[in-house]
């Protein structure tokens, strides 16, 4: 089992820039891929970035150039720093964490920290 908790959303000015991080806790070692997802009000929620164990991340076509994902192993932490923001932007980001459980992968979510973007 794993917890994630979540840090650095807040209020922002459109152009602006937030940086959140994730730390998990728990059976950390067992942790294969992390990632970053949002759900604004009315809408499902959605990735937004994500990075495996070796390295690999995918960002969604939305926020591509403007945010990236990042690890830090000595940390255990992972963070998104997200410039140029942009009211669209303005959501619950939800940190996740995939685990391989050996004969299945479990993911983990953490309670979401809220991004608003003023214009």
């Known amino acids: 089992q794993v917890q994630l908790v979540e840090s650095g959303g807040g209020l922002v000015q459109s152009g602006g820039s937030l940086r959140l991080s994730c730390a998990p806790s728990?059976?950390?070692?067992?942790?294969?891929?992390m990632g970053w997802y949002r759900q604004a009000p009315g809408k499902q929620r959605e990735l937004v970035a994500l990075?495996?164990?070796?390295?690999?991340?995918n960002y969604a076509d939305s926020v591509k150039g403007r945010f990236t994902i990042s690890r830090d192993n000595a940390e255990n932490t992972v963070s998104l720093q997200m410039t140029r923001l942009s009211p669209e932007d303005t959501a619950v980001y939800y940190c996740?964490?995939?685990?391989?459980?050996?004969?299945?992968?479990?993911?983990?979510w953490g309670q979401g920290t809220q991004v608003t973007v003023s214009s």
């Open positions: 990075t495996s164990s070796g390295g690999s991340t």
């Open positions: 728990g059976n950390i070692f067992s942790i294969v891929a």
């Open positions: 996740r964490a995939t685990l391989d459980m050996g004969t299945y992968y479990q993911d983990y």
